[in-house]
């Protein structure tokens, strides 16, 4: 079992910056690949970026790749998501989530999800 919780959202101003974390609780979390996904009211949820469970690989959507960074740092249980250069399309909930020893984009193959996190970025 492992439990999941965002914090860092927030509202900014297009072209801001903002990370988000997401600390994992359980056992193993060095054996879960990582993702990111986002909801925009009244759409469906999209895959934004993933890691590895090593750290050493990583993949963005094409909407954020250039100005998203994923990371995660195994010792504190952690993975963080750096957001720069943000867009008013950014604005969504940002939720992470857990997938035992996959490396993956798909939504349905992850295992475990936080409760999300809203980030808002104003024009």
């Known amino acids: 079992q492992v439990q999941l919780v965002e914090s860092g959202g927030g509202l900014v101003q297009a072209g801001g910056s903002l990370r988000l974390s997401c600390a994992a609780s359980?056992?193993?979390?060095?054996?879960?690949?990582m993702g990111w996904f986002r909801q925009a009211p009244g759409k469906e949820r999209e895959f934004v970026a993933a890691i590895k469970w090593s750290g050493g690989l990583t993949n963005y959507a094409d909407s954020v790749k250039g100005r998203f960074t994923v990371s995660r740092d195994n010792a504190k249980n952690a993975v963080y998501l750096q957001m720069n250069s943000l867009k008013p399309e950014d604005t969504a909930v940002y939720y992470c989530?857990?997938?035992?020893?996959?490396?993956?984009?798909?939504?349905?193959?992850?295992?475990?999800w936080g409760q999300g996190t809203q980030v808002t970025v104003s024009s």
């Open positions: 989530a857990a997938a035992w020893a996959r490396f993956t984009a798909g939504a349905h193959t992850y295992d475990y």
């Open positions: 359980g056992r193993a979390f060095n054996n879960y690949g």
